[in-house]
């Protein structure tokens, strides 16, 4: 009877740690919402990192992947994620704005000319991005600089009063933004992604600002035929995870992860770049008409700007980022960089 006792317990001992092994094991499964198509460049990275996180913790981590807006607006992500349903998005500079206010700088039209400048600048900025990020309770896993966003409308525009003839889309989850626009003296059309093309169409809106590879693959520009030559402004993406699930993760996979991030991120810069080349000349090859403003109107463009964001600086635009933005511009241009 005591040994069959003993043998009881050492079983129910054994259990125990069988259990308790099995739940160190168990895969942490990260679902992630993204508003990028199936097949498209971002998709593709995302899907290539989903499997270098598997490898890189032995099937310990794993992802599902959610394309296309199947888990709503970049809105509906960042309250999913907040609300555990997801476990993270990508997020344009746009959706950032919801999670960080500062972030609304990057989206401030005509302050950034260059690849070169932008990405001077953004270094500088994004330890302060990140850590405020992190404050709001979301751990950012990379930035993707992703090309560049241009003007589309029906006809031409060369000055800030040709635009003012054109009713521009704009994102409907941004009312912030929506104001800048308005300083500027426009009409906007507050719409969901999904609605632009229709709008275009049935001639709500005349207008819209879209990444040229997105003009481009979704048959925009064959109405809005007509693209304002100048970056309006650079577009930005970023992989987020909440920061409960990150802290989940055991610490020794973290280094391995951020770094199958940044891989590619870099490879997704390099392909984008060149996408976007081929798109401008591709949607050239089939109507698309390029108009380059003058140095005088392109001063014009950058005071329209400059007085608007000036009237919002404080209100809706955080003083102390934008201030710190000027500088490194400043700073960048001192040394001799256009």
């Known amino acids: 009877m005591k040994r069959l006792i003993l ?3 050492a079983l129910y001992f054994i259990m125990i740690l069988v259990l308790c092994v099995a739940g160190l094991q168990a895969a942490i499964e990260i679902k992630i919402g993204s508003v990028a198509p199936e097949r498209s460049p971002w998709h593709n990275a ?16 794993k992802v599902r992947v959610y394309p296309g807006g199947i888990a709503g607006s970049e809105l509906d992500m960042i309250r999913k994620v907040r609300l555990g349903v997801l476990q993270g998005a990508v997020l344009t500079n746009m959706g950032m704005m919801q999670v960080e206010r500062s972030v609304l700088v990057l ?13 001077y600048v953004f270094q500088r900025l994004r330890p302060i991005f990140e850590t405020r990020i992190e404050e709001s309770g979301f751990k950012v896993i990379h930035w993707t600089q992703s090309g ?54 049935s001639g709500m809106v005349s207008a819209v600002y879209l990444p ?3 003009a481009a693959s979704g048959q925009y520009f064959a109405i809005a035929s007509h693209m304002l030559a100048p970056k309006l402004s650079p577009l930005v993406g970023s992989l987020v995870l909440s920061r409960k699930t990150w802290e989940q993760i055991p610490e020794n996979f973290r280094p391995a992860l951020l770094e199958a991030a940044d891989r590619q991120a870099r490879a997704l810069v390099g392909e984008i770049t060149s996408l976007e080349e081929e798109a401008i000349k591709a ?6 008409v390029i108009n380059s403003p003058s140095d005088r109107e392109m001063t014009q463009w950058r005071e329209a700007s400059s007085r608007a964001i000036q009237s ?10 934008y201030e710190k933005t000027l500088g490194f511009i400043s700073e960048y241009r001192a040394k001799g960089n256009r």
């Open 7 to 9: 043998s009881v317990t």
């Open 46 to 61: 995302l899907l290539k990192l989903a499997r270098d996180w598997e490898s890189a913790t032995g099937g310990q981590v």
């Open 107 to 119: 989206n401030l039209p005509f302050l950034f000319s260059s690849d070169e400048e932008f990405n």
């Open 148 to 201: 560049w966003v241009y003007f589309y409308s029906k006809g031409p525009v060369l000055n800030p009063d040709d635009l003012k003839k054109y009713k521009i889309s704009i994102t409907k989850d941004d009312p912030d933004l929506e104001q800048v626009w308005k300083k500027m003296g426009y009409q906007v059309v507050p719409q969901d992604q999904k609605d632009v093309l229709i709008g275009l169409e």
């Open 212 to 214: 040229a590879v997105m």
């Open 283 to 288: 949607m050239k090859e089939h109507g698309l």
């Open 312 to 321: 919002l600086v404080g209100r809706i635009i955080p003083a102390d980022i």
